[in-house]
């Protein structure tokens, strides 16, 4: 009797368990898009973020295009995640990482030109990491190794 | 695993492993730490600061891990009624409180220089926040129900609805895992997976010995505190009896308790 009814416990608290699991994946994933922490440039494009609304754009900032202005503190480049591009502006001080090629989170809004107006701006960085002599070496992302180009 | 439904046999082999986890840990992570300042290269992107990597990355495991210790305690506690569970489950929650404020902490200082931000709200670290929040929650209940006095005795102090709390709150862990996957995050995706690591060697072997180092420290302040609550519990027990038979009864008979007493606590 006593195996009985701890077998029933476990039945019972493993189906509460999955159950609760489950309920809580499911909110999670239907989160997926209302948690974003930023807006691709393809997410801009396509859902049509009106000028004014402050969100963060995040993406790749896209090599050659970063420019300083004549003021010297305004820096203009563009932000792509490989399917669509969007023309940034930002004056301030940027982050040490922020650098073309890179990844940026910009906090501003679009302005009617349809360029991203930056109030600040964060260097995202990947999950690579390495020395120094490794770099502009290219990574191998199935093998995991790095081979110079 | 019923062996040691005893805690005096429980206790015959955790007292001797304490001092050799504390020590053993403490020498590997100061051995770790002292490689990742000393011998390792700077990154090629982050410079120095990649460095906080050492202990940022074995807080957050031992966060997680702490957590999903305390689910296994209590899926353990509410289907076998071991009588260890709820001990363990209470032991583990101060120092996985511990670990996920470290995480949160070093997080935050990496994140100044490189992200360019203290904190943010993106997933990784709201789901990080949260995780602190339930240790906070865990730890609440479990005295709440351990000073209410029922529950010593079957289950170490640890209520149902800890015990409950415990298994719901585990339903986060896969959302911290998953947080840089499913959305747009600050925090990088993963970098250590089944696949292999993007963290070149020569930057991530002193990470195993402060991995290592954190884990068993963290096994041995496990330990302290489950003897310190049995002791705790042991205590109460003895009071108890002796309000109950009276207090030169109790004072008179106590040499031969030991064995009766293990099996109370």
Known sequence: MAMKKKHQRLVLALIA???????????????????????????????????????????????????????????????????????????????????????VVAEGSFDRNGTFIATNLLAKHDERYMPRELEGMTYNATSHEMKAQ | MHAFANPARFLRIARPLTPWLFWGGLALLVAGALCGLLLTPADYLQGESVRILYIHVPAAWLGMGGWT?????????????????????????????????????????????????????????????????????????????????????????????????????????????????????????????VRGSTIDMAILWP??????????????????RMRAILAENKIEARLARMAREGLSEGMGESGGEGAREGRVA
Request: with cysteine; proline share 4%; aromatic share 10%.
């Open chain 2, 207 to 224: 990470l195993g010995l402060t991995v290592l180092g954190f884990s068993l420290w963290f096994g041995a302040i496990v330990l302290m």
């Open chain 1, 17 to 103: 368990l999955v159950a609760v699991i489950g309920a809580g994946l499911l909110a999670a994933s239907a989160l997926k898009d209302e948690a974003a922490y930023f807006y691709t440039p393809e997410d801009a494009k396509v859902k049509g973020v009106e000028p004014g609304k402050a969100i963060r754009l995040g993406g790749m900032v896209v090599g050659g295009s970063l420019k300083k202005q004549a003021d010297g503190v305004t820096i203009a480049f563009d932000v792509t995640d490989g399917k669509a591009v969007v023309p940034a502006r930002f004056t301030g001080i940027a982050p040490d990482l922020f650098r073309e090629g890179s990844g």
């Open chain 2, 69 to 193: 210790g305390i689910a296994v305690a209590a899926l353990v506690q509410m289907v076998w009624r071991h009588p260890l569970a709820g001990v363990a489950g209470r032991a583990i929650a101060v120092p996985g409180a511990l670990f996920t404020a470290i995480c949160l902490v070093t997080g935050s200082i990496w994140g100044r220089p490189t992200w360019g931000t203290w904190w943010e709200w993106d997933g990784r670290m709201t789901s990080m926040l949260v995780l602190l929040f339930l240790y906070f929650g865990y730890i609440a209940l479990a005295r709440a129900s351990a000073a209410d006095g029922r529950g010593i005795g079957d289950n170490g102090g640890v209520s149902r609805v800890t015990a409950i709390f415990a298994l719901v709150g585990a339903i986060n862990l896969p959302i911290i895992n998953r947080s840089v996957v499913w959305w747009n995050s600050l925090h990088q995706g993963p970098s250590i997976t």
